[in-house]
């Protein structure tokens, strides 16, 4: 009998692939079975690796998910390549690259970058790939949010506001999409030790100071590793959560008790 978490002949596209958190995922999904499609800004390196170590196929691939030609070329080579899609991980984001600094300092032009590539672009994908879900029937869509919309993270407005959209956009989503066996759930994730959360925080000293008040809050008082979300993207992607669509799953060692 198969598992409930075994993804063998799964078809998953991951966005922001590349990414800390990104590339854990494609790993843990790999390792359950599950054929990958990477997609990010740059072609994924880890392939062959992927290949090698999980004994599925990943098929990386440039893909600006603001770019709607990105997009539809990256889905017809998906099912050029497989015939099919199975499960989508909206994980890409601009976070990183952000400034941190009172919402009324924010230039409109940031703000409107934040939400072309975190909500604009997580709809477009996933615009893009339901049709083929919606053919066999089935499906899963996880959007990931953040836990900053939870706590009211200060000095990040564009970036909070839009990961807001991201959850609120999860639970229209799941009511269109229920009647097609179509799920689709998001993930907060806490404050995670990745590249990114050290280049937003604009300096080791802040970024610690940060980490430091992030483990303070939380019930299981360590810091967040990207690979501590990898369970809730299996369990959201797998048949283990058959019956689980429009809710969210927050990972952040109980900082808040959602
Ligand atoms: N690290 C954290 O503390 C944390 C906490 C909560 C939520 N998150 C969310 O988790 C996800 C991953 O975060 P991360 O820390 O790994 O950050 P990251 O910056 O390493 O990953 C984001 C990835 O998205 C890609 N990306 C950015 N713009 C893109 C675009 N237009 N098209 C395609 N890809 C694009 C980037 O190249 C990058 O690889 C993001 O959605 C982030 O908002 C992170």
Redesign the pocket.
Known sequence: MKGLFDLSGYVTIV?????????EMVKALAAQGSNIVA????EPPFAAEIEKQYGVKCLPLV?????QD?IHAAVAKTIDTFGKVDALV????????LTMKPFQEIEPEEWDRVFS??VK?TWQMTSAVVPYMMENNFGSIVN?????ILQGVPLLCH?VAS?GAVWAMTRTMANELGQYKIRVNSI??????????L?LAGSKEAFEKNYQRNIDDRSIQRG?M?DD?IGAVVFLVSDASAFITGQNINVDGGSVHY
């Open positions: 966005t922001g692939a590349a990414g800390g958190l990104g590339s997609l990010d800004l740059i893909c600006d998910i603001t770019k990105d909206n994980n890409a984001a601009l976070y990183g690259g590539i975190n672009g990931i949010s953040s836990c900053s970036y990961k907060t994730p806490g404050y995670t030790l990745t590249q990114a959360s280049q967040m990207p979300v």
